[in-house]
């Protein structure tokens, strides 16, 4: 079963307006990730927020971590229509042992010009 | 994309015939890593490697097998096609464990029919 289900499925703006991404997931872990994937071609890493962290910034990408609710936000400010493309967040589980990174089913981002 | 290179990039095969795809990977890292996309499904782990002839199953494993006889060669094997392994598969690499980025190939689209 997933570990992270990212809301909206699908999300439609215009230039200049902000994006953002919800995820939720179900067990403790170690660290966030969210990644972006251009159509036809593999996925890129954009962030990693750790456990211990609440909020991280990179350029135009500041994402959010709440353990107490289980869920991370990914905010993308001034939109372009390069940023068209789906949005994965992935979590890295918390034990002993290797842990997988389970990925979401994803956003698709949608930024008119 | 990080020094990483799967081939073929599409393949088309019949139902019952053995598959392999190949991941080469120029970076040196210890992780591989097999992963399926699937529409609705996000990626699904499939195999993944922590080091030469050190192999371990992921969520989705059966019809699937995996072989690492070199540090940048990892290789995934559908020992008899079926339909249902219609998919586009990514091969993922990272220097330590999920606990840091991985890295993603291009993709490799199978079609069995």
């Known amino acids: 079963s997933q570990q992270g289900e990212e809301d909206p499925q699908a999300l439609s703006i215009q230039e200049g307006e902000n994006a953002t991404m919800n995820c939720s997931y179900k067990t403790s872990i170690n660290n966030l990730q969210w990644y972006r994937q251009n159509s036809g071609r593999g996925l890129v890493h954009l962030i990693l927020i750790r456990s211990n962290e609440r909020e991280k910034h990179s350029g135009r990408l500041r994402v959010t971590l709440d353990t107490s609710k289980k869920s991370s936000s990914l905010l993308i400010t001034a939109s372009r229509a390069a940023d068209t493309a789906s949005y994965f967040c992935a979590t890295a589980g918390r034990g002993t042992g290797f842990q997988k990174l389970v990925f979401g089913t994803g956003t698709r981002l949608l930024v008119s010009p | 994309d990080a020094g990483i290179t799967q081939s073929p990039r599409h393949k088309v095969t019949e139902t019952g015939t053995p598959v392999t795809l190949r991941c080469h990977q120029t970076?040196?890292?210890?992780?591989m890593y097999w992963y399926r996309q699937d529409p609705g499904h996000g990626l699904r782990l499939i195999h993944y490697s922590y080091g030469v002839k050190d192999t371990d199953k992921g969520e989705v494993s059966d019809g699937y097998s995996v072989s690492r006889s070199k540090t940048e060669d990892f290789l995934l094997t559908l020992e008899s096609a079926t339909s249902s392994q219609t998919s586009v598969y990514f091969c993922?690499?990272?220097?330590?464990?999920?606990?840091?980025?991985?890295?993603f190939g291009q993709g490799t689209r199978l079609t069995v029919v």
């Open positions: 970076e040196n890292h210890r992780y």
């Open positions: 993922a690499i990272s220097p330590r464990d999920p606990n840091t980025e991985a890295f």
